[in-house]
């Protein structure tokens, strides 16, 4: 039968490369959610909620489940991360659409930024690719901080934990974000849109993370191609 449940969407692309985290220079299809609950200083992708700078009837579209599949496998990879934008904001549509990806036996990676508790059916998501907003994101701390949802994704054990870190001493802030969350698998991944200023923060913060026992992710896509969309 057909599947007409509608998903809000900025775009869809690939085959391209997953640029961040545990994940990172794997083969994906993008697809990419209209709307976010947060609005970071630095986001890169502000087209798909700042209506201050970007027109929402050039930036988003509606397209059915079926649109959505057929866009997907016209890319033709067996991996789909699903980012935003925060895509949790549309949970019933995307469970939808999840369940005929898992149907063709495709990798699923979601990435949010962990303010609303995943409540979709098990086994869906191969991993949660989580990003907490520190203070550096400009968000006030009860919008940006959940505790009770992150640990509501530690507890899947499907879950990676990538914090945006402009200095070492956002480090901190981190720290105390895992001790209280009881996190496990935590990455940090350099804020910036352009090659030098990911190669210089990753620099200075390297030696600070590989002491705390955490992991370092760069951002391939912008060391490739810098702040261009669609690739």
């Not at 890169?44 to 489940?65: G, K, N």
């Not at 974000?177 to 849109?193: A, F, H, Y």
């Not at 370092?216 to 896509?221: A, V």
Request: net charge negative; aromatic share 6%; glycine share 8%.
């Amino acid at each position: 039968m057909p599947n007409r449940e509608s998903l809000v969407v900025s775009e869809c692309y690939g085959p391209t490369w997953q640029g961040e985290g545990p994940s990172l220079g794997r083969r994906t299809a993008i697809l990419r959610l209209g709307r976010c609950n947060l609005a970071c200083r630095f986001c890169d992708t502000a087209f798909t909620w700042d209506w201050e700078r970007f027109d929402p009837a050039v930036e988003l579209h509606e397209a059915s489940v079926d649109q959505v599949v057929e866009a997907l496998d016209a890319i033709a990879v067996d991996m789909v991360v699903v980012t935003g934008g925060e895509p949790l904001l549309q949970q019933r549509p995307l469970e939808a659409l999840l369940h005929v990806i898992k149907g063709r036996g495709w990798r699923v990676e979601i990435e949010t930024a962990g303010t609303i508790a995943p409540a979709m059916a098990d086994g869906l998501v191969d991993q949660w690719n989580v990003s907490p907003k520190l203070a550096n994101s400009g968000n006030p701390l009860e919008r940006r901080y959940k505790p009770e949802v992150l640990r509501a994704f530690e507890a899947t054990g499907r879950a990676a934990f990538k914090f945006v870190a402009c200095v070492p001493a956002d480090l901190d802030e981190v720290d105390g974000l895992v001790d209280e969350c009881g996190l496990t698998n935590v990455w940090i991944m350099p804020e910036g849109t352009d090659g030098p200023t990911i190669i210089r923060r990753s620099a200075a913060l390297a030696s600070d993370v590989l002491e705390r026992g955490w992991n370092l992710s760069t951002r391939l896509h912008i060391l490739l191609w810098g702040d261009r969309r669609g690739v």
